[in-house]
């Protein structure tokens, strides 16, 4: 079972990039899949998550109209496009996974996690 984030890099302020989260061992039909991302001395904050049964979405705040979570026709691949990126997401991104139809955004309430994909947005 694993989870394998890619897609990170630097880009300037305004711009986008996308990351993906490729999912192996495991079909994640009934999972909730979530993106969080942290900073040094601050924990994991959730950002989106999205359900696979039924697309079902919830974004924090901080990333509502900006980023978008989504997964590919075959159940293997979940993507985060992040637009309008600001210096304040700069961060190490997560994808994490668990069995439900829809989880929240606290980490807790995941129990697969990948080994993250920096990103870093600056001039």
């Known amino acids: 079972v694993q989870l394998v984030e890619s897609g990170g890099g630097l880009v300037q302020p305004g711009g986008s990039l996308r990351l993906s989260c490729d999912v192996s061992g495991f079909s994640f039909d009934d999972y909730a899949i979530a993106w969080f991302r942290q900073v040094p001395e601050k924990g994991r904050e959730g950002i989106a998550v999205i359900s696979s049964s039924d697309s079902t979405t919830e974004y924090a705040d901080s990333v509502k109209g900006r980023f978008t979570i989504s997964f590919d026709d075959t159940k293997t691949t979940v993507y985060l496009q992040l637009n309008s990126l600001k210096p304040e997401d700069t961060a190490v991104y997560y994808c994490?996974?668990?069995?439900?139809?829809?989880?929240?955004?606290?980490?807790?309430?995941?129990?697969?996690w990948g080994q993250g994909t920096q990103v870093t947005v600056s001039p």
């Open positions: 994490a996974a668990d069995y439900a139809d829809l989880l929240g955004l606290e980490p807790t309430d995941y129990g697969l």
